[in-house]
């Protein structure tokens, strides 16, 4: 059982990796790409013997440089948030949130008591995590929704995680074979082994709410 434990820890810790890996690979294409591609086009395009759009045609090159630099740094702070989790599972929801915000498609409130009472368990804030990620990349790829909940909260002896959107909903019960490929039976396998619990709420029109209690620490 120790065995299988440590190889699930393995697993999830390299699914969290691939996941930060694929939101690094989908910006720098995306978003730093085109405004370098840009940069480049406004530069190309400054003639020399027109000297009143040349220094329009330079400052707009900078800004789409300075944009960058910026975008850059996101970047890196998101790669540095990779280990984020060691530092707390408050802080990687919180980097979680920032990046799912920078789209400008959703509206993510965030609310909990984020110090518990005996202390952290490094191993079950990332097995929790994970499902996080799951959780909010099914309501991206599949709820419609523009708004969302998330809510962590600690008493001396559970942890309770909820994450809520209101996006078109689904029944559970009625998901085929191929749709739980969303992920919902390896949440119920990785809150399980940590000795959780994960109830799924939801029905047509009426959003989703996901709830997590696990012991805790």
């Known amino acids: 059982m120790k065995l299988a434990f440590e190889e699930e820890i393995v697993k999830t810790q ?51 440089t300075g944009r960058s630099i910026k975008e850059l740094r996101q970047l890196g702070r998101l790669l540095h948030g990779e280990q984020a989790i060691a ?28 110090q518990p009472a005996g202390g952290r368990d490094a191993d079950k804030d990332l097995f929790v995590f994970r499902i996080v990620q ?3 990349n099914n309501i991206i790829k ?45 949440m119920r396998k990785r809150a399980s082994i940590i000795g959780g619990e994960l109830k799924i709420t939801s029905s047509p029109g009426n959003g989703s709410t996901l709830e997590i209690y696990i012991p805790y620490p």
Not at 26 to 41: F, N, Y
Not at 102 to 111: A, D, I, K, N, T
């Open 142 to 186: 599949h709820a419609e929704a523009t708004e969302i909940s998330i809510k962590l909260h600690y008493t001396s002896e559970q942890m309770r995680l909820t994450i809520a959107d209101n996006g078109k909903g689904f029944e559970p019960e009625l998901l085929s074979p191929d749709k739980k490929g969303m992920g919902l039976h390896g």
């Open 134 to 136: 799951e959780v909010l």
């Open 87 to 114: 530092a707390g599972l408050d802080k990687a929801i919180n980097q979680e949130i920032t990046w799912i915000e920078r789209s400008g498609r959703y509206r993510v409130s965030y609310e909990g008591n984020t």
């Open 14 to 64: 390299m699914e969290v990796q691939e996941q930060t890996m694929q939101t690094v690979g989908a910006d720098l294409h995306d978003s730093i790409g085109q405004l370098l591609s840009l940069t480049a086009l406004t530069l190309g395009s400054i003639e020399l013997d027109d000297q009143g759009k040349i220094q329009n045609k330079i400052d707009a090159a900078i800004d789409l």
